[in-house]
Protein backbone atom coordinates (compact mmCIF):
# COMPACT_ATOMS: atom_id res chain seq x y z
CA UNK A 1 0.00 0.00 0.00
CA UNK A 2 1.33 3.37 -1.15
CA UNK A 3 0.64 6.77 0.31
CA UNK A 4 -0.51 9.04 -2.25
CA UNK A 5 1.39 12.19 -2.42
CA UNK A 6 -1.21 14.53 -1.56
CA UNK A 7 -3.77 12.86 0.39
CA UNK A 8 -4.09 10.49 2.67
CA UNK A 9 -6.70 9.08 5.40
CA UNK A 10 -5.60 9.01 9.25
CA UNK A 11 -7.53 8.81 12.64
CA UNK A 12 -8.22 12.17 14.04
CA UNK A 13 -7.57 11.17 17.98
CA UNK A 14 -6.26 8.80 20.45
CA UNK A 15 -9.13 6.29 21.07
CA UNK A 16 -9.65 3.08 22.88
CA UNK A 17 -11.95 0.12 23.06
CA UNK A 18 -12.38 -3.05 25.44
CA UNK A 19 -13.92 -6.24 23.92
CA UNK A 20 -14.70 -9.54 25.35
CA UNK A 21 -14.12 -12.93 23.76
CA UNK A 22 -15.13 -15.96 25.85
CA UNK A 23 -13.42 -14.24 28.87
CA UNK A 24 -10.51 -13.01 27.50
CA UNK A 25 -10.25 -9.47 27.51
CA UNK A 26 -9.37 -7.77 24.50
CA UNK A 27 -7.75 -3.68 25.34
CA UNK A 28 -7.24 -1.38 21.76
CA UNK A 29 -5.13 1.33 22.03
CA UNK A 30 -5.26 3.14 19.17
CA UNK A 31 -3.05 6.32 18.32
CA UNK A 32 -1.93 8.66 15.42
CA UNK A 33 2.34 8.47 15.03
CA UNK A 34 4.56 10.36 12.84
CA UNK A 35 7.65 7.78 13.33
CA UNK A 36 8.49 4.69 14.02
CA UNK A 37 10.27 5.89 16.98
CA UNK A 38 7.11 7.57 17.98
CA UNK A 39 5.25 4.14 17.53
CA UNK A 40 7.60 2.16 19.10
CA UNK A 41 7.86 4.56 22.32
CA UNK A 42 4.11 4.56 22.20
CA UNK A 43 3.95 0.60 22.20
CA UNK A 44 6.88 0.32 24.91
CA UNK A 45 4.48 2.39 27.17
CA UNK A 46 1.51 -0.29 26.74
CA UNK A 47 3.74 -2.96 27.42
CA UNK A 48 4.59 -1.29 30.28
CA UNK A 49 1.11 -0.49 31.76
CA UNK A 50 -0.01 -4.15 31.25
CA UNK A 51 2.90 -5.84 31.82
CA UNK A 52 0.59 -8.32 33.53
CA UNK A 53 -1.16 -9.53 30.46
CA UNK A 54 -0.91 -12.44 28.04
CA UNK A 55 -0.01 -10.22 25.10
CA UNK A 56 0.47 -7.03 23.29
CA UNK A 57 -0.30 -7.48 20.02
CA UNK A 58 0.49 -4.32 17.48
CA UNK A 59 0.53 -3.32 14.33
CA UNK A 60 1.48 0.15 12.47
CA UNK A 61 1.65 2.14 8.79
CA UNK A 62 4.16 5.15 8.70
CA UNK A 63 4.09 7.44 5.67
CA UNK A 64 7.55 8.25 5.56
CA UNK A 65 9.51 5.77 4.09
CA UNK A 66 6.23 3.74 4.17
CA UNK A 67 7.18 1.61 7.08
CA UNK A 68 4.83 -1.24 7.99
CA UNK A 69 4.98 -3.89 11.27
CA UNK A 70 3.36 -5.98 13.26
CA UNK A 71 3.86 -8.53 16.12
CA UNK A 72 1.60 -11.70 16.89
CA UNK A 73 3.71 -11.22 20.24
CA UNK A 74 3.38 -14.95 20.92
CA UNK A 75 -0.29 -15.76 19.69
CA UNK A 76 0.10 -18.26 16.71
CA UNK A 77 0.90 -17.18 13.27
CA UNK A 78 -0.60 -15.28 11.72
CA UNK A 79 -3.97 -14.79 14.03
CA UNK A 80 -3.24 -11.31 15.86
CA UNK A 81 -0.67 -8.41 14.17
CA UNK A 82 -1.75 -9.56 10.62
CA UNK A 83 -5.25 -9.27 11.21
CA UNK A 84 -4.49 -6.03 12.36
CA UNK A 85 -2.46 -5.20 9.96
CA UNK A 86 -5.13 -5.95 7.45
CA UNK A 87 -7.84 -3.65 9.28
CA UNK A 88 -5.55 -0.79 8.56
CA UNK A 89 -4.67 -1.52 4.87
CA UNK A 90 -8.59 -1.89 4.39
CA UNK A 91 -9.39 1.29 5.92
CA UNK A 92 -6.08 2.65 4.36
CA UNK A 93 -4.65 4.09 7.33
CA UNK A 94 -1.25 5.78 7.35
CA UNK A 95 0.46 7.36 10.43
CA UNK A 96 -1.23 5.03 12.88
CA UNK A 97 -0.34 2.42 15.29
CA UNK A 98 -2.85 -0.03 16.89
CA UNK A 99 -2.12 -2.26 19.90
CA UNK A 100 -4.30 -5.08 21.49
CA UNK A 101 -3.66 -5.88 24.66
CA UNK A 102 -5.35 -9.85 25.90
CA UNK A 103 -6.17 -10.94 29.03
CA UNK A 104 -6.25 -14.83 28.65
CA UNK A 105 -10.06 -15.75 29.85
CA UNK A 106 -9.24 -19.45 30.00
CA UNK A 107 -10.94 -20.38 27.14
CA UNK A 108 -9.27 -20.85 23.82
CA UNK A 109 -10.53 -19.58 20.87
CA UNK A 110 -8.80 -21.17 18.27
CA UNK A 111 -7.09 -19.89 14.99
CA UNK A 112 -10.52 -18.37 13.55
CA UNK A 113 -11.68 -17.13 16.78
CA UNK A 114 -8.24 -15.25 17.67
CA UNK A 115 -8.45 -13.22 14.12
CA UNK A 116 -12.24 -12.38 14.76
CA UNK A 117 -11.68 -11.40 18.05
CA UNK A 118 -8.42 -9.15 17.02
CA UNK A 119 -9.96 -7.80 14.22
CA UNK A 120 -13.01 -7.28 16.01
CA UNK A 121 -10.75 -5.17 18.86
CA UNK A 122 -8.80 -2.97 16.17
CA UNK A 123 -12.24 -2.18 14.28
CA UNK A 124 -13.47 -0.95 17.56
CA UNK A 125 -10.47 1.05 18.78
CA UNK A 126 -10.31 2.41 15.24
CA UNK A 127 -13.98 3.45 15.80
CA UNK A 128 -13.35 5.54 18.84
CA UNK A 129 -10.64 7.02 17.16
CA UNK A 130 -12.28 8.28 13.96
CA UNK A 131 -10.78 8.25 10.86
CA UNK A 132 -10.00 11.71 8.99
CA UNK A 133 -9.05 12.72 5.54
CA UNK A 134 -6.16 14.83 5.14
CA UNK A 135 -5.16 16.68 1.56
CA UNK A 136 -1.85 18.47 1.49
CA UNK A 137 -2.54 22.58 0.80
CA UNK A 138 -0.55 24.89 -0.83
CA UNK A 139 -0.56 28.35 1.00
CA UNK A 140 -1.38 30.81 -1.44
CA UNK A 141 -1.08 35.16 -0.46
CA UNK A 142 -3.05 37.38 -2.45
CA UNK A 143 -1.95 41.15 -2.04
CA UNK A 144 -4.54 43.33 -3.08
CA UNK A 145 -6.53 47.08 -2.81
CA UNK A 146 -8.75 47.68 0.15
CA UNK A 147 -11.34 48.07 -2.32
CA UNK A 148 -11.15 44.37 -3.59
CA UNK A 149 -11.08 42.39 -0.57
CA UNK A 150 -14.33 41.87 -0.58
CA UNK A 151 -14.67 40.29 -4.07
CA UNK A 152 -11.25 38.06 -3.27
CA UNK A 153 -12.57 36.50 -0.12
CA UNK A 154 -16.24 36.12 -1.68
CA UNK A 155 -14.11 34.01 -4.40
CA UNK A 156 -12.21 32.06 -1.94
CA UNK A 157 -15.97 31.26 -0.44
CA UNK A 158 -17.21 30.28 -3.59
CA UNK A 159 -14.23 27.93 -4.51
CA UNK A 160 -15.06 25.19 -2.02
CA UNK A 161 -12.05 23.53 -1.64
CA UNK A 162 -10.10 26.63 0.43
CA UNK A 163 -8.61 26.80 4.47
CA UNK A 164 -8.99 30.78 5.01
CA UNK A 165 -5.84 32.10 6.62
CA UNK A 166 -4.95 35.23 8.36
CA UNK A 167 -5.64 38.72 7.05
CA UNK A 168 -3.00 41.08 6.63
CA UNK A 169 -4.17 45.34 6.80
CA UNK A 170 -1.36 47.54 5.82
CA UNK A 171 -1.02 50.23 2.52
CA UNK A 172 -2.78 47.23 1.09
CA UNK A 173 -4.63 44.10 2.21
CA UNK A 174 -3.13 40.09 2.21
CA UNK A 175 -5.14 37.33 2.36
CA UNK A 176 -4.17 33.70 2.98
CA UNK A 177 -5.62 30.97 1.66
CA UNK A 178 -4.63 27.41 1.94
CA UNK A 179 -5.87 25.67 -1.07
CA UNK A 180 -5.25 21.74 -2.17
CA UNK A 181 -2.11 21.65 -3.96
CA UNK A 182 -3.38 19.72 -7.21
CA UNK A 183 -5.91 22.87 -7.43
CA UNK A 184 -3.09 25.87 -6.82
CA UNK A 185 -3.02 27.15 -10.40
CA UNK A 186 -6.79 26.54 -10.93
CA UNK A 187 -7.36 28.80 -8.07
CA UNK A 188 -4.70 31.52 -9.43
CA UNK A 189 -6.03 31.68 -12.76
CA UNK A 190 -9.44 32.17 -11.12
CA UNK A 191 -8.70 34.92 -8.72
CA UNK A 192 -6.61 36.60 -11.21
CA UNK A 193 -9.64 36.41 -13.79
CA UNK A 194 -12.14 37.76 -11.23
CA UNK A 195 -10.11 40.32 -10.56
CA UNK A 196 -8.64 41.20 -13.76
CA UNK A 197 -5.35 40.42 -12.70
CA UNK A 198 -5.32 43.37 -9.94
CA UNK A 199 -3.71 41.27 -7.51
CA UNK A 200 -0.21 39.79 -6.54
CA UNK A 201 0.19 36.56 -5.66
CA UNK A 202 2.68 34.65 -3.76
CA UNK A 203 3.29 31.05 -3.47
CA UNK A 204 4.32 29.69 0.40
CA UNK A 205 4.50 26.51 2.15
CA UNK A 206 2.50 23.32 1.83
CA UNK A 207 0.73 22.08 4.81
CA UNK A 208 -1.50 19.19 5.63
CA UNK A 209 -5.36 20.37 6.27
CA UNK A 210 -8.10 17.93 7.63
CA UNK A 211 -10.49 17.91 4.55
CA UNK A 212 -14.18 18.97 5.68
Not at 71 to 78: F, I, L, N
Not at 160 to 188: H, L, N, R
Amino acid sequence: MIPIDNQYKTIENYGTAETVEKRSRFIAHVRPVSSETEALEYLNSLKQKYWDARHNVYAYIIRENNIVRYSDDGEPGGTAGLPVLEILKREELFDIIVVVTRYFGGILLGTGGLVHAYSKAAKAGIEAAGIVDMILCRLIKIKCDYNLIGKVQYEINAFGDAFSGEVQYDEAVIQSVYIPTEKSDMFINKITDKTNARVEIELGETVWFEKK
